[in-house]
């Protein structure tokens, strides 16, 4: 579904991105993880349309999307839930999701699509008609994916959907994204939280300094003793 090749981006000076290349396959949870500043969420921003590539390939179902403005991307059928949720505090719930629709071509009924999306995200039906900025930081978050679903879309691009969260929230956010999994959505996760990233995901690219550097099944990675150091905070048993 997502093919990235030689993907390259640089800020300025800053080279975020050095030569990536990784895949999507429809219906699968392919998670990007490693440290801050590592590229991950530079990757989602440009598959995404925020950012424009210096140069490398980007084709999404057989087309090639690399710098196509982010309302293209959207209408292709990728969503992007962007780190810090970014919905419209001053809009009620109701018009938050409703903007999640704005770029849906063809008639579509909105009401019957909320009733869809609430069918996955319950707690947010008693709160349809209080503004955006009413709500608590874990139900802020399950608006932004709620929004993100309203798209309809083919890929959703989640960019630390567990930030900021308690860890009740963090487990019910993930339990939510399980469900999603289940039903068939495909999904490229960024995410600090790399045990939960790893337990949902079916593969995973590890990156440093806008590289990959390892790949390979999610639960293969989460057996790695590097990985497991560095960033589960498992230190390997020392033999007397």
């Keep these: 579904m997502l093919e990235i090749r030689d993907l390259h981006l640089s800020y300025g000076r800053i080279r975020a991105v050095q030569g990536v290349s990784l895949e999507v396959r429809a219906g699968e949870v392919v998670a990007l993880v490693g440290a801050n500043g590592a590229g991950k969420s530079s990757i989602l ?82 709160r349809l008609d209080e503004p955006g900025a009413a709500l608590s930081g874990g139900e802020a978050q399950m608006l932004a994916l709620a929004r993100g679903l309203m798209a309809a879309p083919k890929l959703l691009l989640l960019d630390e959907p567990a930030l900021g969260l308690a860890p009740v929230m963090t487990r019910a956010v993930f339990a939510l994204l399980a469900r999603l999994k289940r039903e068939g959505a495909t999904i490229l996760l960024v995410e600090q939280n790399v045990a939960e990233a790893l337990a949902l995901a079916d593969r995973a690219y590890v990156l440093e300094g806008g590289r990959i550097v390892k790949q390979g099944a999610a639960s293969h990675l989460a057996r790695d003793p590097g990985l497991r150091e560095a960033y589960l905070g498992v230190r390997p048993e020392r033999k007397p």
Excluded: C, W
């Design 45 to 126: 921003k440009t598959v995404a349309g925020q950012e424009r590539p210096e140069r490398g390939t980007i084709r999404f179902d057989g087309a090639d999307i690399a710098g196509a403005p982010a309302h293209r991307t959207l209408a292709r059928g990728i969503a992007y839930v962007p780190e810090g949720r970014m919905i419209v505090g001053t809009l009620s719930v109701r018009d938050n999701l409703r903007l999640g629709a704005y770029a849906r071509a063809g008639a579509f009924d909105a009401a019957a699509e909320i009733e869809r999306v609430l069918a996955i995200f319950p707690d947010l039906r008693e």
